[in-house]
């Protein structure tokens, strides 16, 4: 079974830029996650997806972050423009409902802001 | 959701077995407490979860004391690729939201 796949893995931009990330879940799952993650910090989880329907997006930056799920299956999140402290990982997660346990994180984008 | 608090790294060599405490005193009758693990440059991997009875997989076992205040996740032998952060959290099962604090630290020694 492919596993969450998302792209690019690795993105440099200078602050005011925008950028765009993508992730395709595993098939089949309705739930879709995109967590920030700062360096020497745990994911922080900022939208999360229930078909293509947002179920929870309340520390999500609504005035510089953006994310769609179009058709229920692959997913954007968007930062525009771009700040210094947006620099993380972004990692997309995916899971068949509503259950913890069957969450599978994607490998994350690292996003640099210079 | 209750906070949970580890400390932040230990180390544990390798064969041997790795027990990774976590506190989580003011965790709820509903809550269960999950683990996940994160190795470097990788998305984070469920690991195990349970209620109050002792839980075991394939990957680990989960030992929950009786007034459910903390928890020990124990790698039995504990191997290189066991070097990660792990995260033990606190919720209910209503619904997949996690959050992760800090994590501990595991370094596996050759």
């Known amino acids: 079974e492919a596993g969450v796949a998302q792209s690019p893995r690795y993105k440099i931009i200078e602050k005011r830029q925008s950028v765009a990330f993508w992730c395709n879940p595993i098939?089949?799952?309705?739930?879709l996650y995109w967590y920030q993650q700062i360096l020497g910090q745990g994911p922080k989880l900022l939208i999360q997806?229930?078909?293509?329907?947002?179920?929870?997006d309340s520390q999500l930056p609504k005035d510089r972050f953006s994310a769609e799920r179009l058709k229920g299956v692959d997913s954007t999140l968007k930062i525009q423009p771009a700040k210094l402290e947006d620099s993380a990982v972004y990692l997309c997660?995916?899971?068949?409902?509503?259950?913890?346990?069957?969450?599978?994180f994607g490998p994350g984008t690292r996003l640099l802001v210079l | 959701d209750a906070k949970t608090t580890q400390p932040p790294s230990m180390d544990c060599a390798e064969g041997r077995a790795a027990n990774l405490p976590c506190n989580h005193s003011t965790i709820s009758g509903n809550e269960y407490v999950y683990w996940y693990r994160q190795i470097h440059s990788q998305g984070p991997q469920y690991i195990i979860h349970?209620?109050?009875n002792n839980e075991t997989n394939e990957m680990a076992s989960l030992i929950i004391t009786e007034d459910r205040k903390s928890s020990t996740l124990i790698l039995p032998h504990a191997t290189l690729r066991d070097t990660a952060v792990y995260y033990c959290?606190?919720?209910?099962?209503?619904?997949?939201?996690?959050?992760f604090g800090k994590g501990i630290t595991l370094s596996v020694r050759p």
């Open positions: 959290i606190v919720k209910t099962g209503a619904n997949s939201k996690l959050t």
């Open positions: 997660a995916s899971s068949l409902g509503d259950r913890v346990e069957t969450q599978y």
């Open positions: 349970g209620l109050k």
């Open positions: 997806f229930q078909n293509n329907g947002v179920v929870d």
């Open positions: 098939s089949g799952h309705a739930t």
